[in-house]
Nanobody, 122 residues
Framework: VQLQASGGGLVQTGGSLRLSCAAS????????MGWFRQAPGREREFVTV????????YYAHSVEGRFTISRDNAKNTVYLQMNSLKPEDTAVYYC????????????????WGKGTLVTVSS
């Protein structure tokens, strides 16, 4: 499974961005999908996960209420809508796939995509 993330860029504090992650597999609907991020000098951290059916989502406390994960299984794509962005959201964002939502949430990832950089200016 190959994952290709896109949509990163430079945005001002309070702005919005939408990240996309396209998957190459025909079994996309079998995978839970998630987003992680890694800020400069910090470890990679969990951001959000969505189950295969798209009806169960979990968010890190730091982004809850501001970020929304969604998926379109017909397009093999998962999205991350980021609103009310803060400078502390600056990081490389990675999409990830796993067969078990709970495991993915814990960082047990089956497939990683290449990251996309999000920079939030103050």
């Amino acid at each position: 499974v190959q994952l290709q993330a896109s949509g990163g860029g430079l945005v001002q504090t309070g702005g919005s961005l939408r990240l996309s992650c396209a998957a190459s597999t025909r079994t996309f609907g079998s995978y839970a999908m998630g987003w992680f991020r890694q800020a400069p000098g910090r470890e990679r951290e969990f951001v959000t996960v969505i189950n295969w059916g798209g009806n169960t989502m979990y968010y890190a406390h730091s982004v809850e209420g501001r970020f929304t994960i969604s998926r379109d299984n017909a397009k093999n794509t998962v999205y991350l809508q980021m609103n009310s962005l803060k400078p502390e959201d600056t990081a490389v964002y990675y999409c990830a796939a796993g067969l078990v939502s709970g495991a993915l949430r814990s960082g047990r990832v089956d497939y990683w995509g290449k990251g996309t950089l999000v920079t939030v200016s103050s």
